[in-house]
């Protein structure tokens, strides 16, 4: 089993020895990291938008006593991961690679916040049985976001120049500031685990945010603008089980969200949890690890 290295005091960025990377069949560079036990069962993790697979370490210390194998990659243009013009229907294809890569033949799933959607896109992956959400985001008709984000995804469609000032001040101030900084744009409560302090918590919460931004904010305006468009699959023709986490306090991705997800998914179960969003991950993630442990489909 090998357990994540710490988060250094000094701000963390891709490139170090935690990243491997795959290289794709069009040339294009895939990083990604495997937390929690290397040979457990393993479970393809989404991260968010903005987001990297450094949030993924929220779960590592669960994962690796559950047993699980938590393959979290960068998408593209995010971390170390080279930047292309990647669809939320061509995401499965990385994916793909990348199970394969690994030797998998059967995982299972989690998306959280943003990542959602493209966890959800990996259901035609004849490797995934099973996926769960946390604080996902559901498609546009749902109306599943907040103020904030409404208005992100409206300038990620008509003003991306503005968008991408915005995200550019928003990574130079959390270099500057608390990590608590970062942690406002995810959480409205103060942040702890089991097995992690609020103060480790948020230090993760800033690296995955100065990951994201490392490459500039071009693919998170890509990212931001598919999410705010109609899905290029239906809620309906997704087959596989889904395990839907949904935050009470949710302030990022809408309480109703979940409840809309879990209705319209063909087989679906809804958790609410007494949280926010980053409280959603945070509480529910052992449960999510549970609920897409490898099984057989049937």
């Not at 300038?155 to 001040?169: E, K, N, V």
């Not at 097995?195 to 919460?205: G, H, K, S």
Request: charge should be negative; glycine fraction near 10%.
């Amino acid at each position: 089993m090998r357990s994540p290295p710490p988060i250094p005091a000094t701000d963390w960025l891709p490139g170090d020895s935690e990243t491997e990377t795959l290289s794709l069949p069009d040339g294009r560079r895939l990083a990604y990291t495997v937390y929690g036990d290397d040979d457990g069962s393993p479970v393809l993790f989404c991260h968010g938008t903005p987001g990297s697979h450094v949030i993924a370490r929220l779960l590592a210390t669960p994962a690796r006593e559950r047993g699980v194998s938590l393959i979290a990659p960068d998408r593209p243009g995010i971390g170390n991961s080279a930047d292309a013009p990647i669809t939320l229907a061509e995401w499965p294809d990385d994916a793909a690679h990348l199970l394969s890569h690994l030797d998998v033949d059967a995982a299972g799933a989690i998306g959280f916040s943003g990542g959602g959607p493209f966890a959800l896109a990996c259901h035609r992956l004849p490797e995934i049985q099973r996926i769960a959400l946390l604080g996902g985001s559901g498609p546009p008709a749902i109306g599943s976001t907040g103020r904030v984000q409404q208005f992100v995804g409206t300038l990620s469609r008509h003003a991306p120049w503005a968008l991408g000032r915005l995200f550019r001040l928003q990574r130079w101030f959390a270099v500057r500031r608390d990590p608590s900084y970062a942690v406002g744009f995810v959480a409205q409560e103060t942040p702890e685990t089991d097995a992690l302090a609020a103060d480790e918590v948020a230090r993760i919460v800033r690296a995955d945010m100065l990951t994201a931004m490392a490459r500039g904010p071009s693919a998170i305006i890509r990212e931001q603008r598919l999410l705010s468009q109609p899905w290029p699959f239906a809620l309906e023709d997704v087959s596989v089980p889904v395990a839907v986490f949904q935050g009470r306090r949710d302030g990022n991705v809408a309480p109703s969200t979940g409840k809309a997800l879990a209705k319209q998914l063909p087989d679906a179960s809804l958790e609410l949890v007494d949280s926010d969003h980053l409280g959603t991950l945070t509480a529910a993630g052992d449960d999510a690890l549970a609920a897409v442990q490898r099984r057989t489909r049937v």
